[in-house]
């Protein structure tokens, strides 16, 4: 099984079902975003990683509120128009880290802005920070949805592995550790 059934029921709730892909919606908003510059001249790059994303899970709305497994549960809506002005917080970001980001969309109304890497690792960055939320769009629809801790990433780029918690890595080491997984 792919999902844990209760994040499947929750992704079918909100529109999702095994086989879902709007790629003429998905490439739309890469061409949209791509076309995007902010006040500096930083626009987004969109790859693969967020195409399939996109293609797949794009334009879910996922309402949730409550106490989940570590940290509370909170709506969030796959639609990177709603991170739109995010470029140059993303361009940064993903110097840190050694690779691009394209915007995924927003948790709790724009609380937190979600993006994915071009090795498909998502992570959300609010105003508290920058949070790893999976190796992949599927891991971190689990996070989401079940109300897992994320990994805080730190001034290096690194965070800990969630496996491990007091393992260290680096962005690189983490995809390749990731990649054998």
Same mark, same amino acid.
């Given at each position: 099984m792919r999902f844990p059934e209760q994040v499947a029921a929750v992704l079918r709730e909100a529109g999702w079902a095994p086989g879902r892909r709007d790629e003429e919606r998905a490439r739309r908003w890469g061409l949209e975003l791509s076309a995007y510059a902010s006040w500096d001249g930083r626009q987004h790059t969109f790859f693969a990683a967020a195409y399939d994303a996109l293609a797949e899970f794009g334009g879910l709305a996922v309402k949730q509120s409550g106490p989940g497994a570590e940290v509370a549960r909170s709506p969030f809506t796959l639609d990177p128009t709603r991170a739109l002005h995010t470029a140059g917080t993303l361009a940064e970001f993903g110097r840190l880290l050694g690779?691009?980001?394209?915007?995924?969309?927003?948790?709790?109304?724009?609380? =937190?802005?979600?993006?994915?890497?071009? +090795?498909? &690792?998502?992570?959300?960055?609010?105003?508290? @920070?920058? %949070?790893?939320?999976? !190796?992949?769009?599927?891991? =971190?629809?689990?996070?989401?949805?079940? +109300?897992? &801790?994320?990994?805080?990433?730190?001034?290096? @780029?690194? %965070?800990?592995?969630? !496996?491990?918690?007091?393992?260290?890595?680096?962005?690189?080491?983490?995809?390749?550790?990731?990649?054998?997984?």
């Open positions: 690779t691009r980001l394209f915007p995924l969309g927003e948790e709790d109304d724009g609380t =937190a802005y979600l993006a994915i890497d071009e +090795g498909g &690792r998502v992570f959300a960055l609010d105003h508290a @920070g920058e %949070w790893y939320l999976g !190796a992949s769009i599927d891991e =971190a629809l689990v996070t989401l949805v079940t +109300g897992r &801790r994320p990994a805080r990433v730190r001034e290096d @780029g690194t %965070w800990a592995a969630p !496996a491990e918690p007091a393992a260290e890595a680096g962005p690189a080491e983490q995809a390749e550790s990731e990649a054998s997984a």
